[in-house]
């Protein structure tokens, strides 16, 4: 009985006992890692959840000069029918001078529609500009009015604390006027 | 008695404002000497725990996803099952683990009963460990009631019911419980609500059973008191290696199930919503409320039957005082070691009848054996001055040592009285 618990063949029974020791506890933690994963990725959004991820849209009632908000994956998607006005402003820009340097034309599929997520890059308040009378900001497109964010009228940051531009949203144009969003 | 020494800064430093290391160490560690003797029924107490450290896992994510409502809990269940990440697995886990958690609890009672856990100075540990059962038992009834199916539905109504028993107030009792005039909306609302609390208070009375078993230590299959240091062994390594195992095992027999069986414990008419004008033809309660049901309805008076049926729990709460053999473990008692088994097979005979409905031969033997279940107390109180036990050894590791199992003491002290 002793004999077998001695570890008096030197480093030998030693390093087995090390060993069996080391990979019980690999073992242990492995397992206990693949346990504890259903718990959560349960918190992940379900199956339910991830069949509502596109939103189809018909462009073809909205004016020129309208903004239109939708909603996909519980997030309102700012849609703006853009004057040209506006496409001028927003292209004449030097793209250097901007915090989150991008030019209008790679932030649009068609130049007269502006799609982006409506939610300010600083802390996800909505920004002002989708109704009649809201204030716009400096530059003619958004301002957030939790802590004045200017965003221009392609939606780049233009002043204030928020570090990105609004968001573009994955989207294809099905036809000349039905846009799919996710 | 805390010898807990490490060498690492970081747990010095922690240790000095707060000896928690020695704590843990004097608990589950090497500082909590154990009787040397444990056999592998001694397991049950930490599978116990495991399996209640599993429902609250589960349960709390599960709670994530489930709706307390009477119109959408129901579908709040199928969409756990189908949409949600692993909530299959979830629920598989949570519904079989109140089965497996009350398989663990009851060995871990007959464990008890056996070896005479109970008697003096243990008298508290087990009188706890009682009223963890009865929270267990309202855990698991209120749990069952959410999913809102026909036999969540026709338990609730049944089991509240119960309560109208109670004589002249009875009534307004069951009202209050239901917090309208039948099981519905309120009734969903207030029982999800206590079936998420009680998980923890039963975790602080567990707390407090540990406490208990902690001053004067476990137990052991010989049941006398250890003489020295030499009937012990450190807790750590030797009982949490031991623990280990039987988690291993239990976990092999817990995925089996949940695996490949996992509405063996089931009833189909739990997945057709509940409808309160409509009563199942055949309800039973799960498997580890039939015995308690079958007493229930042997009792042909409904305020004595449900008498019987609490009192067959509360009785446990007396049993210290009801068995006042002072020899603890059945291993020196021939005669209480045989009404033991009897007693073992007279619980199963009462959970089979509970199973079945009450009629004919299920009656009259659901009667036998729930006269027998509290003939069994009685038994046990006149076996305390009848019965003359075997010769106890000197110490618990004498017939360790002489190799020749329990009766190799036999000559050296006779009848130690404690």
Redesign the interface.
Known sequence: MADSASPGHSGDGETRRDFLFLAAGALGVVGTVAAV???I????P????RALSSTELDLSPVEVGQRITVTWRGKPIYVDHRPQKEIDAARSVNIDELRDPQADEDRVQKAEWLIVIGICTHLGCLPKGQKVGDPRGEWGGWFCPCHGSHYDTSGRIRKGPAPLNLHVPPYEYLDDTLVRIG | MSEFKSNNAVIKWIEYRMPIFSFLDDAIGRGYPTPRNLNYWWNFGSLAGVALVIMIATGIVLAMQYTPHATMAFDSIERIMRDVNYGWLLRYVHSNGGSFFFLVVYIHIFRGLYYGSYKEPRELLWILGVVILLLMMATAFMGYVLPWGQMSFWAATVITNLFSAIPVFGDQIVTWLWGGFSVANPTLNRFFSLHYLLPFVIVGVVVLHIWALHRFGSNNPIGIDAKGPQDKIPFHPYYTIKDAFGFGVFFIAFAAVIFYAPNLFGEPDNYVEANPLATPAHIVPEWYFLPYYAILRAIPNKLLGVVAMFGSILIYFVLPWIDRSPVRSARFRPIYKQFFWIFVADCVLLGYVGANPPEGQFLLIGRLATAYYFLHFVIVFLLSYLERPRPLPSSISEPVLKGGGAAAGAAAKPMEKV
């Open positions: 994963w259903p718990l990725d349960s918190m992940n379900a199956a339910d959840v």
